[in-house]
Each structure stands twice: as C-alpha cells, then as structure tokens.
C-alpha cells in the first residue's frame, strides 16, 4: 500500500480530492444502467462513506472498510445523520475480518490503485474470499495514459486484466473521468466491470 499516514490525510483541514462529498458518478451510472440490483454490497476503501450510505439510499444491504479509523469514525456519524443503516468497519483491505459475506456486489472507488504490485495478487484473494460465483466488483482506478500529479496512481488495461482474470470474468473496461474537489483537472480512470467466475 502507498506509505502514507490516512489518518492524517483526513484530519486535514483540506479534504482529499477524492472526498466530493457526492456518490461517484461511475457509480451512479452502473446503478442506472440496471447491471446491480439492491444486494449485500461491500465498499473497499469506503472512506468518509459517501459511497456506501449512497448504496444503502438505494435499497443495498451496504458495508464499508477502510484503513483509516479516522474516516470510518465520519462515515458512522454521515449514515447516522442521513438516516440509513450501514455498517463502517477498520480494517485492511489485504487482511478482511469476518465480514459475514458473501457478498454479491463489491465496489471499489479508488482502493486497488494505492496497493503496491506485491499487494495486488492478495488483495484479488481478499475479493474472491468475500464473494461468490457470479458475485459482481465493480473497479475504478487511475489510467496509465494519462497519469497527473497530484492525481491518483495509475494502472494500464493489460495490469487490470492480468491481476483479475484467473478470477473475474471481466465484462467491460472504459474510460472515464474521476470526481474530484480540489484537483486542477479530473483525472483519467478506468471504469471495469468484472463478475466472479
């Protein structure tokens, strides 16, 4: 994982520019395409939990994990002030606890990118551990394009489908642009759908 204090990097006064405070746009539009249905969701590296308690709006049975006790501490108290039942839990996400899974949808809204390449064989055992066959996960990450600094590290489509496929069947890669609060430009990602074969 990318050394780096996470939570330092949310005590700051200046939030994340990953942390909109709005429920990713790639989300959104997986959610309207109708490819998910309400199900018992995972969100790794959930942070302040925009994302999961967007989920739990929806109809999902909705769990967040993130390394920082500091972001599941805001999340906890954002689904409370929102008024939907989610669970925020502090954990890695190379060494899941017992999450009661499985889990039929997994998202991933700017985790795997900040592992390093050592860490990526055990984190896809983390996914496959909390699924079942069929069990979708759902990717966003930085592009190897267009890598920008400050941006977010970045992967190329050959790293994503080398690191998933002995597992995931992958549906589909596409472009896209991340959401951001603070940064100049909105960085490159890919967007991928993958089920678990």
Known sequence: MIERDWNQTYRDPQA?????????????????SGAVKP?????????????????AQQGFNAT??????????????????AGVTANFICAS???????????????????????AKDQRNAFVAQVTRVTQPGSVYFLLCGNAKEPLDPGPPTLSEEE?????????DIEWIRECRFDTAS???????????MRRQ
Do not use: M
């Open 16 to 32: 994340p520019p990953w942390d909109t405070g709005k429920p990713s746009t790639q989300l959104r539009l997986l959610l309207e």
């Open 39 to 55: 199900c018992r969701a995972l969100d790794l590296g959930c942070g302040t939990g925009t994302n999961a308690i967007f989920l």
């Open 64 to 81: 967040g994990v993130d390394l920082s006790e500091v972001a599941v501490q805001r999340a906890l108290a954002k689904a409370q002030t």
């Open 93 to 115: 996400v190379l060494a899941l606890p017992d999450l009661g899974g499985p889990f039929e949808f997994v998202s991933d809204i700017g985790c795997f990118h900040t592992l």
């Open 160 to 168: 994503i489908r080398g690191t998933f496929s002995g597992h995931f």
């Open 183 to 193: 940064l100049p430009k909105a960085p490159l990602g890919y967007a991928t759908l």
